[in-house]
């Protein structure tokens, strides 16, 4: 069992990137197998900060190979500015870091035709990052317009497949927005090519790349992107992303079977947040919400928008567990909650007068619930410096092992602040 999987358990942002950080110096590969460049985090190296979307934060390790796996959709641009920013202050990444043949590409149209959809919609928007995910994400289903990385480099093949798509999305991008400028197949297929001839050398079958690494007995470290309640298939739908980012995904998304993890760690904040539309049946619109999300810094990463914040939700947070079938839980951000008198924990639903623990399968009936709390002291001490479990003060201890009595899981790790040092194991 020579594979770990991090898993956020909640609607992402959960501080999975420093988790990944910390476990990177004990395997030999991280792995990036689902979303895009809509997942976002910040991690802090030799005393600098990185922002990283697509490129797994293992790059910042020198011995450590970074793989985009075949799961992850790509956004060539912003994948090449990423890299020449890695470039610049890190040296070469030839070698350090491989892209799946298999991963399929984002195109200009993506982001068009997820604008106009987004605008068109009836009901409450998704809020997505509009950086062309779903949109690629459903041409891959249909296969009819999608273009996979390999595809770039048969040259004749893929001028005639951009020239064909651009027709198609043409009249249909016309027939939403009579005003808007036709997109140009012959200006697409050389900008594309000019990104497929600079990535090339990083282009490989990750796949088989992946299997043999396993033979040789190396360590893999899967780095899941966003959260479980946002999964494509178990998630808040429609609310969700448009893909599996619970750990169901790994599998599917990397190639690399299940049965090779050993260890399942799921991230969770010590309370919750949210960006963009959907139920959120914990959430404080008030000045504790407020309090939360200044305390926190919680502004979207990838698009600076304020996150929606709320007390823990446990039939949430225990359901994000078992999708994934967590081995142990990390507890991110306690730090965060050191000012408050009390905190709340949800414990149960109620829905119409009927005690529930099971989280509804639809937004409907999320929307209806009334959470059930269970109110506990807080600790009102700074714990930003604390590294044992037995320096934390005795509320605190108490509120993580509620945490850990609600959700069902052990607690492994606790974090304090976002510096490697500000960690807590806390099973030892
Ligand atoms: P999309 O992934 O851009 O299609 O957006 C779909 C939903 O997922 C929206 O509610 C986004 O705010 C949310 N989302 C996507 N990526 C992230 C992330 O990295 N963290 C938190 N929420 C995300």
Redesign the pocket.
């Known amino acids: 069992m020579s594979a770990t999987s991090v898993i956020?358990l909640q609607?992402?942002?959960e501080a999975k990137g420093k988790i990944v950080d910390l476990l990177t110096e004990e395997h030999d590969m991280v792995v990036r197998y689902q979303?895009?460049n809509?997942?976002?985090?910040t991690v802090v190296a030799d005393g600098e900060t990185y922002k990283l979307s697509l490129i797994p934060s293992g790059i910042l390790h020198e011995n450590v190979i970074s793989v985009i796996a075949t799961g992850v959709v790509i956004h060539p641009q912003a994948l090449l500015k990423e890299i020449d920013g890695i470039v610049a202050r890190r040296g070469a990444v030839e070698g350090r870091l491989l892209i799946s043949d298999r991963a399929h590409v984002i195109f200009p149209w993506h982001m068009l035709e997820?604008a106009a959809l987004e605008s068109n919609r009836r009901d409450e928007a998704?809020?997505?990052?509009?950086?062309?995910?779903?949109t690629c994400?459903r041409d891959k289903a249909g296969r009819t317009h999608a273009i996979r990385v390999g595809d770039m480099y048969r040259t004749e093949t893929f001028r005639s497949r951009i020239g064909e798509i651009v027709e198609f999305k043409n009249i249909v991008l016309k027939a939403i927005n009579p005003d808007v400028e036709p997109l140009d197949a012959d200006a697409i297929f050389e900008e594309y090519s000019e990104y497929a001839r600079r990535l090339k050398p990083l282009v490989t079958d990750t796949t088989a790349y992946l299997h043999h690494a396993l033979d040789e007995g190396k360590r893999l470290l899967f780095e899941g992107?966003?959260?479980s309640l946002?999964d494509l298939d178990h998630g808040t739908y429609p609310?969700?992303?448009?893909?599996n980012?619970s750990g169901c995904g790994v599998h599917s998304g990397s190639g690399v079977s299940e049965r090779v993890i050993g260890r399942m760690l799921g991230v969770a904040k010590a309370y919750t947040?949210?960006?963009?539309?959907?139920p959120f049946p914990t959430e404080l619109d008030d000045e504790i919400g407020q309090h939360i999300r200044d305390t926190g810094n919680e502004y979207?990463?990838?698009?600076g928008?304020p996150?929606r914040c709320g007390w823990f939700d446990a039939v949430a947070t225990r359901y994000g567990a078992r999708l994934s079938g967590v081995d142990g839980i990390v507890i991110a951000l306690l730090d965060v909650l050191s000012d408050l008198d009390e905190l709340k924990i949800c414990e149960a639903y109620e829905i119409d007068g009927e005690r529930i623990t099971d989280f509804p399968s639809h937004v409907d009936s999320l929307a209806k619930v009334k959470p059930i709390y269970r109110t506990l002291p807080g600790w009102k001490t700074d714990i930003t410096g604390v590294r044992k479990k037995e320096d934390l003060p005795a509320a605190a201890k108490s509120y993580v092992d509620t945490l850990a009595e609600v959700i069902g899981s052990p607690v492994h790790i606790v974090s304090v602040g976002p510096d490697r040092l500000q960690t807590i194991f806390y099973n030892e």
Do not use: K, P
């Not at 809509?38 to 985090?41: D, E, S």
């Not at 998704?126 to 779903?134: A, D, E, S």
């Not at 947040?273 to 959907?278: A, E, I, Q």
């Not at 979207?300 to 698009?303: H, N």
């Open positions: 956020g609607w992402g942002d979303g895009g809509n997942a976002g985090h997820e998704i809020g997505t990052t509009m950086r062309g995910i779903g994400y992107a966003q959260g946002l609310f969700v992303t448009s893909s980012s947040t949210r960006v963009g539309g959907g979207g990463t990838v698009t928008r996150r």
